[in-house]
């Protein structure tokens, strides 16, 4: 049903689909419609125009009439090059995952014939094949998907390699699985896609394969009819009588254009990437559609979030990730914001930044100043230009953002020139000073290292060299150290903070760990279902915490040496937030909660430097604030 839904929002796969519905629904009856014999000859209305009596699309040179010959003909093509599709699919497929799963040896003497397959004009291939066979149909089919099998099995292959040493494969061999069993188990149910993918795109080729070669009298023999044939047999009168031609012809335009069409809709739609989001490409900058007035500017900090709203459209649903979030960051100052997985955190950063993918994110009310400048709705090419210059990001994952084929240095050369001009010696000497001061050793060797040959805690240097290349004013780093061990988290964050405060810097650090904000944050702001439900001085919140939720994460985390304690949870799950509940969205989960909590909207109270979102804190926050 997904796959349905995903397909249908392609307006141009659905109309191609349609179209194909229709000319397999006419292909499949046929032999039951009130035609006149395909192969019966009538000399004497040979070449009857179209709409003439008894001829609804006129007649051949021999006097056949057009519109059986076309639906059989149509029918034949269509099952033809169907046939041809799944025989090579079958073939290349089994070929690819043999040789990929196996690999060594067998691979090399497979693939080696493969390629000797491929060096070959696949339409001189085809010809050679259908000359030894002898002209015929079947003789045709055979060629057509002999020529195609080098495609699915090279293309199989690679997906295959990619699996053949991943973890769940490595469990299934030491499980006692046999060979036979993890390819049927474990990798054909992961390479089906994409054979379905690539029938899906090639069988209007091979349509215009089999089509090419009856064309030229190799394929379909007379009195059979197929596409190819007819407009064999018509090119004698192209001149003096077209509609012989065009009939075919425009069959063959209808049935290929529908098939190209549905095929990349299926490839879309299959895409387990593109399930979240529409079926286009996302948009360099967050797509901005604000629902209200901009917020006036309260002049509080370097950097200050109003009312920030981000929504994820997706078909009929709108995901509310972002509900008007209001925070603020002073220079020299680090604001944690923290929060269980999917409470908007990172949300909230990369709509500062725009880098919410659009479709289907869309900002849709609030602003984003940097030293009053709303970066919200700004020209592309000013936004580009605040981006890594008075905003920069760290990403949680290195390995993915750096350019694997690119060396570190040449990244950090690249991050500089996209805001000034710098030529290769002065960039060398920089990409050095921007290695050191982020304590990496060596650092004129490693510049001329690649992302693969650095560790996952000398890749997070990197990235958070990157983010320091332009000289920011804020940074906004996005759970940088969740990926690294304990003891290089420590170096990371005592990197950031040794930073922030020689250079200054604004940091807002996303997490879920309260370890790490007791650590380097001043300040921290708790979010739940894409809202702030408390914030104030990092210290004051560990101690008295306001919100019942603050309180049940703070609950949750091991204490060392404490003795034996239970460790808590929290029950059930954060609600989904494209139908979140009337009231506080977390009274489902709180022991506290009453009827009217439930009820209306829930302000954010405060007192001094503290403020909550809730009736019944743990701690009031007045007395909190003192």
Not at 283 to 306: D, F, N
Not at 365 to 387: F, H, K, Q, S, W
Request: hydrophobic share 45%; proline share 7%.
């Amino acid at each position: 049903m997904k796959f349905l839904t995903l397909l249908a929002r392609n307006r141009l796969a659905l109309g191609g689909g349609v179209v194909m519905a229709l000319v397999v629904l006419l292909a499949l009856v046929t032999p039951i419609l009130p035609l006149a014999d395909p192969d019966v000859t009538d000399t004497a209305r040979r070449f009857l125009p179209p709409f003439s009596e008894g001829a609804l699309l006129g007649t051949d040179h021999l006097g056949r009439d057009l519109l059986s010959r076309l639906l059989w003909g149509t029918r034949l093509s269509l099952a033809v090059g169907f046939a041809a599709a799944i025989s090579a699919a079958t073939i290349g497929a089994a070929i690819g995952i043999v040789a990929g799963y196996f690999g060594g040896w067998l691979d090399n003497v497979v693939m080696r014939g493969v390629d000797m397959l491929m060096a070959f004009p696949y339409i001189l291939l085809a010809l050679a094949i259908v000359a030894a066979l002898g002209p015929g149909l079947m003789n045709a089919l055979i060629a057509v998907a002999a020529v195609n099998v080098p495609f699915f099995a090279r293309n199989i292959r690679g997906i295959t390699v990619g699996l053949a040493h991943r973890e769940f494969v490595d469990a299934a061999r030491l499980s006692g699985l046999s060979d036979t069993r993890i390819i049927l188990s474990e990798v054909l149910p992961n390479v089906v896609p994409v054979i379905v993918i690539a029938m899906s795109t090639t069988v209007g080729w091979m349509i215009l394969e089999t089509a090419g070669l009856s064309f030229l009298g190799l394929g379909s023999q007379p009195p059979q009819a197929d596409l190819g044939s007819m407009l064999g047999e018509a090119r004698a009168a192209l001149i003096s009588h077209p509609h012989t031609s065009i009939v075919p012809g425009a069959m063959i335009l209808i049935v290929v254009m529908s098939i190209n069409l549905l095929g990349d809709g299926v490839r879309d739609a299959l895409d387990p990437r593109l399930k979240s989001g529409a079926l286009s490409r996302p948009r360099a900058a967050t797509l901005v559609e604000r629902k209200g007035p901009v917020p006036a500017s309260e002049g509080r900090g370097l950097l200050e979030v109003q009312d920030l709203r981000t929504e994820f459209h997706v078909g009929p649903r709108t995901y509310r990730a972002v509900g008007g979030v209001s925070l603020h960051v002073e220079q020299g100052e680090c604001l944690g914001i923290i929060g269980e997985s999917g409470s908007g955190k990172s949300v909230t950063a990369l709509s500062v930044m725009g880098l919410v993918a659009s479709p289907p994110g869309v900002i849709t009310g609030g602003a984003v100043r940097v030293e009053g400048e709303d970066m919200i709705g700004t020209p592309y090419r000013r936004l580009r230009d605040l981006r890594g210059r008075k905003v920069a990001y760290i990403f949680q994952d290195p390995l993915a953002t750096l350019h694997p084929l690119y060396r570190v240095g040449d990244q950090l050369v690249e991050a500089i020139r996209a805001h000034r001009p710098i030529g290769r010696a002065e960039g060398r000497a920089k990409a050095i000073e921007l290695l050191e001061a982020v304590r990496i050793p060596n650092a004129a060797k490693r510049i001329s290292d690649y992302p693969h040959e650095l560790s996952g805690g000398m890749r997070q240097r990197i990235g958070i060299a990157m983010a320091l290349a332009n000289d920011p004013d804020v940074i906004i780093a996005d759970e940088p150290t969740t990926a690294l061990d304990v003891t290089v988290q420590a170096q990371i964050l005592s990197l950031l903070d040794d930073l922030r405060r020689s250079r200054g810097l604004a940091i807002v650090f996303i997490t879920h760990d309260f370890g790490v904000v007791a650590q380097l944050c001043d300040r921290v702001a708790v979010m739940y279902a894409g809202r702030i439900v408390e914030e104030g001085p990092t210290a004051s919140i560990l101690e008295t915490p306001c919100h019942p939720y603050t309180a049940r994460l703070m609950a949750c985390v091991p204490e060392l040496g404490e003795g034996r304690r239970r460790l808590e949870a929290i029950p059930g799950l954060p609600p989904a937030v494209d139908k979140l509940p009337p009231g506080c969205a977390f009274a489902d989960r709180c022991a506290k909660a009453r009827a009217e909590c439930r009820q209306g909207e829930i302000a954010l109270s405060r007192a001094g430097p503290r403020a909550v979102r809730c009736l019944y804190p743990e701690t009031p926050v007045m007395e909190a604030a003192q």
